[in-house]
């Protein structure tokens, strides 16, 4: 508001983008069950389709080196037959991308999240809303021409109210049994050293450490969840020189400790990263991770091995196709289940979930303020250790968006989670 107040030369900084959208979506397996077991609703038809309505504002100002900036993004989502699954989402982030001379620069941000967590992540047939609050601080000086420090602190609280079945509790195949958990929260709180060598452009290499520390809350009765502890080192490095590919690199090892001695894991950990412009309408891009995170819905832990490949075709200045394709090697120790006498039970086997996503997405834009986005999917994930953790799932959509903007917001420092 004191923007649009300020005189006219204030506001030549002031790029702003205004978007409303609707979305079309069916999915065959809307709450990616495995075949044969039963909806909430009873039957096994699983598919259903959801019309949603969204809208998003994006602003960044610039005042000499500083760009401050805020995003909101707001969308309702109506079901077809799963009303149940009605809900609404948004995104609310804002902050300041500062820069001191030549020396200092950082980032300083805030960001609010409220989504439906996937089926694709969560093993349940109830809807459960993730709202996410997060802060995030760097800054990062040029010690000398060739060596630069950064330091990132965050802090992140994740609120997952529900009433699903934990993987753990015993349960009926074919209708699951329910234990209500009110409110429950993971608090993390990190911290982020690292020294990196600059004198080669283009080039940089360096070593970073991290020190995490999280605890659950309101986990209800009779469920063991301690706090924990978790540090990594690792090697970076980023390679540019061709202007044609870009690699992006880090690799280490991380160790994660509870206080009870429950759910201690460690193992390598990063990410590698290759991006390779082949003409000038296309380009190709891969990129390995492997982490150590929470698995919140059952307040333990996992491992998470991902690989990722993306062609991005722009055939003309109005159409771009991106073909993709994810694998994810899940890993959650001590969270195994079997079937016995015709109910699972926990049985401190390690679960393994491999699931498997292609994915194709055409992007057309036949005048500036129109974009219409067609796109398809397939889903699979088959499971070891685990009862019912097996599914297959297509989607098929299409975005319209009707959009206005002011200006090219310029890109912001990537904040590297």
């Given at each position: 508001?004191?923007?649009?107040?300020?005189?006219?030369?204030?506001?030549?900084?002031?790029?702003?983008?205004?978007?409303?959208?609707?979305?079309?979506?069916?999915?065959?397996?809307?709450?990616d069950l495995q075949r044969g077991f039963q909806t909430p609703f009873g039957g096994t038809s699983y598919g259903d389709s959801f019309i949603a309505y969204g809208g998003k504002l994006d602003a960044s100002y610039l005042w000499s080196q500083q760009q401050f900036y805020a995003t909101v993004v707001g969308t309702d989502y109506h079901y077809d037959r799963f009303s149940e699954l009605d809900h609404n989402e948004y995104t609310l982030d804002g902050g300041?991308?500062?820069?001191?001379?030549?020396?200092?620069?950082?980032?300083?941000?805030?960001?609010?999240?409220?989504?439906?967590?996937?089926?694709?992540?969560?093993?349940?047939?109830?809807?459960?809303?993730?709202t996410e609050q997060r802060e995030t601080g760097k800054a990062s000086v040029q010690a000398t021409p060739d060596w630069r420090a950064e330091f990132t602190g965050i802090t992140r609280k994740v609120n997952q109210p529900q009433s699903?079945?934990?993987?753990?509790?015993?349960?009926?195949?074919?209708?699951?049994?329910?234990?209500?958990?009110?409110?429950?929260?993971?608090?993390?709180?990190?911290?982020?050293?690292?020294?990196?060598?600059?004198?080669?452009?283009?080039?940089?290499?360096?070593?970073?450490?991290?020190?995490?520390?999280?605890?659950?809350?309101?986990?209800?009765?009779?469920?063991?969840?301690?706090?924990?502890?978790?540090?990594?080192?690792?090697?970076?490095?980023?390679?540019?020189?061709?202007?044609?590919?870009?690699?992006?690199?880090?690799?280490?090892?991380?160790?994660?400790?509870?206080?009870?001695?429950?759910?201690?894991?460690?193992?390598?950990?990063?990410?590698?990263?290759?991006?390779?412009?082949?003409?000038?309408?296309?380009?190709?891009?891969?990129?390995?991770?492997?982490?150590?995170?929470?698995?919140?819905?059952?307040?333990?832990?996992?491992?998470?091995?991902?690989?990722?490949?993306?062609?991005?075709?722009?055939?003309?200045?109005?159409?771009?196709?991106?073909?993709?394709?994810?694998?994810?090697?899940?890993?959650?120790?001590?969270?195994?289940?079997?079937?016995?006498?015709?109910?699972?039970?926990?049985?401190?086997?390690?679960?393994?979930?491999?699931?498997?996503?292609?994915?194709?997405?055409?992007?057309?834009?036949?005048?500036?303020?129109?974009?219409?986005?067609?796109?398809?999917?397939?889903?699979?994930?088959?499971?070891?250790?685990?009862?019912?953790?097996?599914?297959?799932?297509?989607?098929?959509?299409?975005?319209?968006?009707?959009?206005?903007?002011?200006?090219?917001?310029?890109?912001?420092?990537?904040?590297?989670?």
């Amino acid at each position: 508001m004191a923007l649009l107040a300020s005189p006219v030369p204030a506001l030549a900084e002031l790029a702003l983008t205004v978007a409303g959208d609707a979305q079309y979506q069916y999915n065959t397996n809307v709450f990616d069950l495995q075949r044969g077991f039963q909806t909430p609703f009873g039957g096994t038809s699983y598919g259903d389709s959801f019309i949603a309505y969204g809208g998003k504002l994006d602003a960044s100002y610039l005042w000499s080196q500083q760009q401050f900036y805020a995003t909101v993004v707001g969308t309702d989502y109506h079901y077809d037959r799963f009303s149940e699954l009605d809900h609404n989402e948004y995104t609310l982030d804002g902050g300041w991308d500062w820069k001191v001379g030549r020396l200092w620069d950082g980032v300083l941000d805030v960001t609010r999240i409220r989504s439906m967590v996937s089926f694709w992540n969560l093993v349940g047939t109830s809807l459960v809303i993730q709202t996410e609050q997060r802060e995030t601080g760097k800054a990062s000086v040029q010690a000398t021409p060739d060596w630069r420090a950064e330091f990132t602190g965050i802090t992140r609280k994740v609120n997952q109210p529900q009433s699903t079945a934990n993987p753990l509790t015993v349960t009926e195949p074919a209708a699951p049994a329910t234990t209500t958990i009110t409110d429950l929260t993971l608090t993390e709180t990190s911290g982020q050293a690292a020294v990196k060598y600059t004198g080669t452009a283009g080039v940089t290499a360096g070593v970073s450490a991290t020190y995490l520390k999280g605890s659950f809350s309101n986990v209800g009765p009779l469920v063991v969840a301690p706090s924990y502890t978790q540090t990594s080192g690792a090697l970076t490095a980023t390679d540019v020189v061709t202007g044609l590919s870009t690699f992006r690199g880090q690799i280490g090892y991380t160790r994660r400790s509870s206080d009870s001695g429950i759910n201690n894991i460690s193992g390598a950990t990063g990410e590698l990263d290759y991006q390779r412009t082949l003409t000038g309408k296309t380009s190709v891009e891969a990129d390995l991770t492997r982490q150590i995170n929470a698995y919140l819905t059952n307040d333990a832990s996992e491992i998470d091995s991902a690989a990722a490949l993306t062609a991005t075709w722009q055939a003309t200045y109005r159409i771009g196709v991106v073909l993709g394709y994810t694998f994810t090697y899940r890993q959650l120790p001590h969270q195994g289940n079997t079937l016995v006498d015709g109910v699972t039970v926990g049985n401190g086997t390690q679960q393994m979930e491999y699931l498997n996503m292609p994915s194709l997405t055409v992007t057309y834009a036949p005048v500036p303020w129109l974009i219409l986005k067609p796109y398809v999917n397939y889903q699979t994930r088959t499971s070891q250790n685990f009862v019912g953790g097996n599914f297959d799932a297509t989607t098929v959509g299409v975005l319209f968006t009707l959009q206005w903007q002011r200006g090219v917001i310029p890109p912001r420092t990537p904040l590297n989670y």
